[in-house]
């Protein structure tokens, strides 16, 4: 588990016995984003964001004690980038979970959660929000919002425990036939995306199975797993990353990894534009 994470996370790890960790958040990811990121207008605990004065789509990405540290900013830098307005959500935050939280947002954003964190306790750690409720998202989603969710968000899109999001379920890679990895430490994973070989910052992220119409495999696996996919769900969309596509350079460069982070900006482009059917930022 991260250096940093409070001592009830710890406590919860410690006791909640479930499937598997995710997330992946090297050292000296936070501070940084969360400077560039700005402070918009305080909502009321419930409220929806404040609209953005140039107009931007607005996503909302959740910071909280379910997410590692260094996750959320490095989704916020990778939807910046592709053209949004982005807000953190999120029990420290400017917008708060309640029953308008989500009002106005083009999407919502399940970042990574901390290193050997259960997914069970990031779940848990989710619901001690005052705010927060499953069905929000849920609802949110049915009636025509869209869910990214990375690594542990790609977990809790999933059944059991998670929002039910998808038209199947994900499972730990790592644990899964034919895996390349087969640890819960940091690597880069070996996937076709859209058919053309990639190499992805991944720590423990899951897999996807999914059935019925409407989902498209982006990515998978060398063993034919899905590694990202699109899903509706109601009126709404899903897209769910196993690996990360918005890992920084400084990700790769902490666990000494080949840096692979403007081909992972490029592809997590693609799934964001491909989940709302808007064009990428050229």
């Not at 090297?26 to 700005?38: C, E, K, Q």
């Not at 902490?254 to 081909?263: F, I, N, Q, T």
Request: proline share 9%.
């Amino acid at each position: 588990m991260r250096a940093g994470r409070g001592a009830a996370a710890l406590a919860l790890a410690a006791v909640v016995l479930a499937a598997s960790a995710c997330g992946a958040a090297p050292s000296g990811g936070g501070p940084d984003g969360a400077a560039r990121a700005g402070r918009a207008p305080r909502a009321d605990a419930g409220g929806g964001a404040a609209p953005d004065p140039q107009g931007r789509p607005l996503a909302l990405v959740y910071r909280g004690p379910a997410a590692c540290e260094g996750c959320p900013e490095a989704a916020h830098d990778l939807l910046e980038h592709d053209g949004f307005a982005v807000r953190y959500i999120g029990p420290e935050e400017e917008v708060r979970f309640g029953p308008d939280a989500l009002s106005g947002a083009a999407l919502y954003v399940q970042p990574g959660g901390t290193n050997g964190q259960e997914v069970s306790t990031a779940w848990h750690l989710l619901q001690q929000d005052p705010g927060f409720s499953p069905e929000l998202v849920r609802a949110y989603v049915r009636g025509g919002g869209h869910y990214l969710g990375l690594c542990m968000g790609g977990y809790l899109a999933g059944h059991d425990p998670g929002y039910g999001l998808l038209p199947g379920d994900s499972g730990q890679y790592i644990s899964s036939g034919g895996a390349t990895v087969t640890d819960e430490q940091d690597h880069l994973v070996d996937v076709s995306w859209r058919g053309q070989p990639q190499r992805m910052y991944f720590q423990d992220g899951p897999y996807f199975d999914l059935e019925g119409p409407g989902a498209q495999v982006l990515a998978r696996y060398t063993n034919d797993r899905a590694a990202a996919a699109i899903a509706p769900y109601g009126s709404g969309r899903v897209a769910v990353s196993g690996p990360h596509p918005e890992a920084p350079a400084e990700w790769y460069r902490d666990y000494g990894l080949s840096d692979e982070s403007p081909a992972g900006l490029a592809l997590g482009g693609d799934l964001v534009h491909t989940l709302l059917g808007t064009a990428p930022k050229s």
